[in-house]
Every structure is written in structure tokens, then in C-alpha cells.
């Protein structure tokens, strides 16, 4: 076996790396040349109540949940200061894992799950449990308390495997809850560097749990009669099965999912500002974003040049390795991946829509799928409807702005958008016509301080914000 492979044999339970039950491994393929790169165990029901019943442990009888929220926001520092000594390391493993530019993976998970640390840090700092509500019925007041949650389980997926832990684990440690994690198949072996820093720092024993392993192990764990919450990134299928098994046994899901999102053109928008934002908003980490902009609506007058800007776009993304800081397309995540994405592209054609992309043929070897602008779909067809989670985007033209804001909310997601227009008031006056969990204006850039998440099919409840915190906490009255 060569000695750049990374070779997981344990779970994270209990403070300790523990060697997994039974044989059973996820092998993981670096999809820019489809070597194997590492190996990590698939937790079975064994492993998972094992680090379950750690977590219980920690959570019933240890100190996390019972320190003063300030304490946890120290620990919290210290874990983001040790996660930031080693975040180029594990940004580097998320490129060879999943073929995420490296630009990228620097950003999202090196950079950004250190500030989403630093920041749940701060606000455990401010956190209070106890508030006095003045009564409504009758004289003096009542105790509003507000406890964590207990054991939550973070089920994450692979497309920004640091960042998308990170956004759930700040809050829920301020919270004073306790944590299993489950990564992702495809990205089973970054995620370990928060095992590696919450030994480096000595956080309390089960305060942290990991198991690896895929949706098997997901279901394992939602279904745990230990877990008391849980918290999950992923597809609108996956989320809908957990949602399911979150309800019959009556604890709490927040549900981060898919997404189909509009970039609305205004006729007076401007073309370099709309280009300069797409080439990221929709094409950036190779199109793998649950944010990006993959359809584009065009005001009918302005679609022959908007078309050709965007087909100029595809042809002039830089594709290559992703380890290469000027890529900003590499491959796609998987084999299966690229097989679906080829699927979904090939039968829109086959179904009569323009498919625009490059001459110059793909890098060969990796799983890479060419950048493409697809027009003459129809907005109701499925390419235009199903989430394609690759550098694909259709455009459509629209007659009047109301048809514009109907084909945006014509589509059974809502977890992004954008407007593009000179007149910004004009621009937040559609904006605020599409049902959506965030939109932007000439541009889409999530900012931690508000509250991110989908409204249909998108997902249910936020992440972001102090309001996050509030995901891992239960509320109980004390009346007086
Ligand atoms: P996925 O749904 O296949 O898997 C996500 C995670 O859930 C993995 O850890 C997987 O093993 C686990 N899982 C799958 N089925 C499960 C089940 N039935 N029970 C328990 N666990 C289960 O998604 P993916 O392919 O890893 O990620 C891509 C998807 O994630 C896209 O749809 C994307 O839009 C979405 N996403 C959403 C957001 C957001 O914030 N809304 C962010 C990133 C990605």
C-alpha cells in the first residue's frame, strides 16, 4: 500500500480513537486521476451506539453542558486556533478527496471554519439561559429557561465537508450540546482533524464523537434512541427520509437542502457585472454549490447577448487540476457524479434544448465534465427543474418582469437567488417577489450574521446568526 494513502481504521468515541467493528471500509477515490487515496471504516450499529453512548455520557454526567456558556466559548477558541494550525492540511485533503479547487478549499475549509468557530465562540460569550418574561395574565414574572438540547447528530455532505460541521458545531457546542458527526462517503477523512484537535486541547471526553461511514449509517444514527436532535446537509431526498425518522421519534430536524436558484437579469442590468458574478455563483466548485445560480432569466430583449456572454464564460473557465490555484473548474466529485450529470445534460438534448460548451476537449483521466450553458429548455422540464450539482446552467428568456418572478418561483426549491440591475431599489423590489430562504442583489454572498437556510423543498429551519444557537437549545417555563 503506498505511503500517501490514509489508511482510518477507528471512530472518534469518548475522547479516544477507537478501532471500528467488523471489516466493513469506504474507499475513497481522488476523482482527478480516479486513484485511491485513503480508506475509512463504514460504521455499523455497533460503532454508531458506541459513540453515541459516548456522546450520552458526555452530555448526562460530564462538565460540557453544565459550564458557564463563556467556558464553552474558551474551549471553542481553542479548538478553532488548533483546527487553523492544521487548515491547510485538511484543505489540501478536501481537494485530493473530492477535487475541489484548491482556491476554494483554502476559502471553505480552511479559512471559513475557523471564523464559523471564532465567531459561535464570541457569541457563547454573550449567551444567557435564564430570561424573567413579565407575566400576561397576572402580577409579577415568569423564568424562561433555555437548556441545550442533548445529543445531536451532524450529518454532512462533501461539497465543503470542513465548513458545512463547522456551521452546525459552533452553535450547537455554544449551546452546550454534545456532538456525534457523520461526514460524508465521499469525504470520510478530513473531518478527522477535529478529532486530532479536541485530543490536542483535552476537550472533555464525548463532547465530540465521529463515525464514518454512508447513508446506512446516517439512518443508524438518526435512528439512535440517544440522539435527542439532529442537524443535516444534504439532498432533498436524504433530508426527506430523515425527516421522516426525525418524526416518529419527535426530536427536532433542521434541514439544509438542495436548491435550483434563479439569477434574475433586469433589462438595465450590467453584462460585466453579471458575468464576473456567475463565473463563481454558479459555476464556482465546479457547479457543486447547493447555492448556485443554475438558472439564468434573461429579459427577451437582452438574451442573444446575454447567451453568448455566458457560453463566452464557459469557454473561458479555466479547468485543469485541482490543485492548481488557477483551476476554477476541476472534476466532478465522483464517477457517479459525472454518470448523472452526463445523464441529466444528454437528455435535455436529446429532448430538443441547445447544449453551448467548448471546443478544447476536457482534461482526461479525471472525472471531469465540461462547463455547459444549455438553452431552449423549457422552464417546467426537468433540467430546468432538478438540481443538476454541476457547471451546467440553463437560460430563459422572459417577456415581462412578472413572468420573469414566476418562472423563479416555479420550481418546487427555494434556497437561493439573485437580481442583477443598475437601479438597486428596482432590483430589491423583485427580489423581495421570490420565495426563497436568501436572495441576493448583483451578486450572491451569504453573510454568517444572518439567517441562512431553504423555504420549500430547500430545507426547513436556519443555520447563521446567533439565531443557529437556538437550533440546540429547548425552551422550559418556570411559572410563578
Ligand atoms: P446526500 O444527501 O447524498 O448525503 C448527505 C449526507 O447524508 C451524507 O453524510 C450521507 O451519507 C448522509 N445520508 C444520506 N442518506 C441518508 C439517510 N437516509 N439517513 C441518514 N443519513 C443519510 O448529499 P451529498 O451528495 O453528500 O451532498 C449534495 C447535496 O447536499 C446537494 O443536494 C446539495 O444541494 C446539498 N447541500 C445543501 C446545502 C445547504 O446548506 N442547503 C449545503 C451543501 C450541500
Known amino acids: 500500500m503506498p505511503d500517501s494513502m490514509t489508511i482510518r481504521e477507528t471512530l472518534f468515541a469518548g475522547g479516544e480513537l477507537v478501532r471500528a467493528n467488523g471489516d466493513d471500509a469506504l474507499t475513497v477515490r481522488n476523482p482527478f486521476d480516479r486513484s485511491v487515496l485513503g480508506r475509512a471504516p463504514a460504521c455499523g450499529r455497533a460503532d454508531v451506539d458506541r459513540a453515541v453512548r459516548a456522546a450520552r455520557a458526555a452530555f448526562d454526567d460530564g462538565p460540557w453542558p453544565r459550564l458557564p456558556p463563556g467556558e464553552r466559548g474558551d474551549w471553542i477558541d481553542r479548538l478553532a486556533d488548533e483546527i487553523e494550525r492544521n487548515a491547510a492540511h485538511s484543505a489540501a485533503l478536501v481537494t485530493d478527496e473530492i477535487g475541489q479547487p484548491a482556491t476554494v478549499a483554502g476559502y471553505m475549509n480552511g479559512i471559513r471554519p475557523v471564523q464559523h468557530l471564532r465567531y459561535y465562540a464570541r457569541l457563547a460569550r454573550t449567551l444567557s439561559g435564564e430570561e424573567e ?152 466548485n465546479t457547479g457543486q454549490n447547493c447555492v448556485a445560480l443554475s438558472r439564468i432569466l434573461v429579459p427577451e430583449s437582452r438574451y442573444p447577448r446575454v447567451v453568448d456572454a455566458l457560453v463566452d464564460l464557459a469557454r473561458d473557465l479555466r479547468m485543469g487540476d485541482p490543485k492548481d490555484p488557477r483551476t476554477e473548474v476541476g472534476p466532478l466529485v465522483s464517477e457517479r457524479a459525472l454518470a448523472r450529470v452526463t445523464e441529466m445534460v444528454g437528455a435535455a438534448a436529446a429532448a430538443g434544448a441547445a447544449v453551448h460548451t467548448r471546443e478544447t476537449p476536457a482534461p482526461t483521466g479525471g472525472c471531469f465534465f465540461t462547463p455547459r450553458v444549455i438553452t431552449g429548455a423549457a422552464p417546467d422540464s426537468p433540467i430546468a427543474q432538478e438540481e443538476i450539482f454541476g457547471p451546467a446552467v440553463t437560460v430563459h428568456p422572459y417577456r415581462d418582469l412578472d413572468e420573469g418572478v414566476r418562472i423563479a418561483n416555479a420550481t418546487g426549491y427555494g434556497l437561493a437567488g439573485a437580481v442583477y440591475g443598475a437601479d438597486e431599489e428596482r432590483a430589491l423590489a423583485v427580489a423581495r417577489r421570490v420565495h426563497t430562504g436568501s436572495i441576493g442583489v448583483n451578486g450572491y454572498r451569504p453573510d454568517l450574521g444572518s439567517p441562512f437556510g431553504g423555504v420549500k423543498d430547500s430545507g426547513l429551519g436556519r443555520e447563521f446568526g446567533p439565531d443557529a444557537i437556538e437550533n440546540y437549545r429547548e425552551s422550559t417555563s418556570v411559572f410563578r
Do not use: M, Y
Request: aromatic share 2%; glycine share 12%; hydrophobic share 45%.
Open 133 to 284: 418574561r413579565v407575566n400576561v395574565d397576572r402580577e409579577g414574572s415568569s423564568l424562561h429557561l433555555r437548556r441545550p438540547l442533548g445529543v445531536a447528530a451532524l450529518i454532512v455532505p462533501w461539497n465543503h465537508p470542513q465548513s458545512s460541521t463547522t456551521l452546525k458545531l459552533g452553535p450547537a457546542l455554544a449551546a452546550g450540546c454534545v456532538v456525534v458527526i457523520k461526514p460524508a462517503p465521499e469525504s470520510p477523512l478530513d473531518i478527522f482533524s477535529l478529532a486530532d484537535a479536541a485530543r490536542a486541547i483535552g476537550l472533555p471526553p464525548g463532547v465530540i464523537n465521529i463515525v464514518t461511514g454512508g447513508a446506512e449509517t446516517g439512518r443508524a444514527l438518526v435512528s439512535h434512541p440517544g440522539v435527542d436532535k439532529v442537524a443535516f446537509t444534504g439532498s432533498t431526498a436524504a433530508g426527506r427520509d430523515i425527516a421522516s425518522v426525525a418524526g416518529a421519534r419527535l426530536i427536532p430536524a433542521t434541514l439544509e437542502l438542495g436548491g435550483k436558484s434563479a439569477a434574475i437579469l433586469l433589462d438595465d442590468a450590467d453584462l460585466d457585472v453579471v458575468v464576473g458574478s456567475l463565473r463563481t455563483a454558479s459555476f464556482g
